[in-house]
């Protein structure tokens, strides 16, 4: 009988286009340029998923492994049995995602954080990155000069032309209710909210795993937060 992960991994129409008939010539591992940085082999990744093993199947799914590809789709462009193992690797994604093993790795878990941040600035902001919340404490990573911009805000952006949080046309303008209220329609019908639900709720069973718990005895996922930052 077709195994559970093998029957999810299936259903997905990209795997059908992404994995033909892998020979593990390993020309896709050779072009990768997340092979060149990290223990990454997109060549296995195929092989397994070809194999259908669901013992190497799960592994992967609960690996920091699926995480590592960049989606440039180089492999696809130069596979000569026409796989793309980057397609795979979205379906491997999803199939985490959905069965919560993603919570089993370190680069899996900050999925939660891709959530809460870009996925709810889309839906609150209409843009993937807003500039009133990428506050510096949260993002060290973006140094010294990101942290003047922050402070000196308002002047930064009209400096340059900018409309931020502004009516009207302009480089980060305000997104009207309506339009904010056709991208709540679209990712409740399309399944994206359903998606963001999934992730909360196997990162919640986390935290609570970790010992995050507020006084009510829910999850604490402030405290989380702070410590998939930590992890990153």
């Known amino acids: ?30 072009i990768c340029p997340a092979a060149e940085y990290f223990e990454y082999d997109p060549r296995s ?3 397994t998923v070809q194999s259908g093993n ?22 696809k462009t130069r596979c000569p ?39 709810m600035n889309i839906l609150n902001y209409g843009y993937c990155v807003h500039p009133t919340i990428l506050m510096p404490e949260n993002h060290p990573e973006q140094g010294p000069v990101w942290k003047w911009v922050y402070e000196n805000m308002g002047e930064v952006y009209a400096s340059v032309g900018a409309n931020l949080n502004g009516d009207g046309p302009g480089a980060m ?12 329609c679209i990712f409740k ?19 609570l795993e970790l010992g995050f718990v507020n006084e009510n005895g829910e999850a604490d996922m402030e405290k989380y937060t702070q410590h998939l930052l930590q992890e990153i």
């Open 81 to 119: 049995r026409n796989n793309c193992p980057g397609l795979i690797i979205n379906v491997l994604r999803k199939v985490s995602q959905e069965t919560g093993a993603f919570v089993q790795s370190r680069m899996g878990r900050q999925q939660y954080l891709i959530v809460k941040n870009i996925g």
């Open 173 to 184: 303008r305000k997104i009207s209710g309506a339009d904010l209220g056709e991208l709540h």
């Open 54 to 75: 669901e013992e190497e199947i799960a592994t992967l799914l609960e690996s920091d492994t699926i995480w590592y590809c960049g989606q440039c789709m180089s492999c």
């Open 189 to 207: 019908e399309s399944g994206g909210l359903k998606f963001y639900e999934t992730i909360e709720h196997f990162s919640k069973i986390k935290a």
């Open 1 to 30: 009988m077709q195994s559970k992960l093998n029957s999810l991994l299936k259903s997905d129409v990209r795997l059908e286009e992404g994995l033909t008939a892998c020979m593990n010539c390993g020309i896709c591992t050779a």
């Open 45 to 47: 990744i195929a092989v």
